[in-house]
């Protein structure tokens, strides 16, 4: 099948965003899809802050999206656009490091008055970079996402099944990518 990049672009070591968008990387492995992941956290502050494009993590994760079929893109909403950290590495990789790719878009966030920072801050970037389709993304309340004391993930099942519904839509997104097809 495809491999699949995603990428976490929340700043804290015990995020929901992160802890959530591993979750989905179960489902999509289960479809049997190749996921990498990348946690834009531990790129090294110097590399993302002094914008060193040789910096060798920076330019392993250029590797990476080059790598990728498809890119899921998980962010915290932090007043009403995506985080810093992911605008920082998005910013040090190639113009069109989308280019041909099927993308997917994810957002957590305490308010739905942050629903749209996907759709007006998120999916303008991802296009700039030449993504091929951008899928429907999805927003999730961080109130519908539970870390139990285990360390097991809950998600409200509203929740679980829209993200469900999306993930599955960007597999089958994967399906038909002419990337795809062209290797077949």
């Not at 009403?80 to 990789?93: F, I, Q, T």
């Not at 920072?117 to 700039?128: M, Q």
């Amino acid at each position: 099948m495809a491999t699949v990049l995603s990428v976490s672009g929340s700043p804290s070591a015990s995020s929901r965003t992160q802890r959530l968008l591993r979750h989905l990387d179960d489902r999509l492995l289960a479809q049997g899809h190749d996921v990498i992941a990348l946690d834009v956290r531990t790129v090294p502050a110097e590399a993302l802050l002094g914008a060193d494009f040789r910096h060798p993590a920076i330019v392993e994760a250029a590797e990476l999206f080059a790598r990728a079929d498809g890119v899921v893109v998980a962010t915290p909403v932090y007043k009403a656009s995506y985080s810093g950290v992911l605008k920082a590495l998005l910013d040090l990789l190639p113009q069109y490091a989308l280019a041909g790719k099927t993308v997917l878009p994810l957002a957590t966030g305490g308010s739905t008055a942050h629903v749209l920072a996907i759709d007006y801050a998120l999916r303008p970037v991802l296009s700039s970079m030449g993504a091929a389709h951008i899928v429907q993304g999805w927003f999730t309340l961080d109130q519908d996402i539970t870390v139990r004391d285990d360390g097991s993930l809950a998600v409200a099942s509203q929740a679980d099944e829209a993200l469900a519904r999306v993930v599955d839509q960007f597999s089958a997104a994967l399906g038909r990518s002419p990337l795809l097809a062209a290797a077949g």
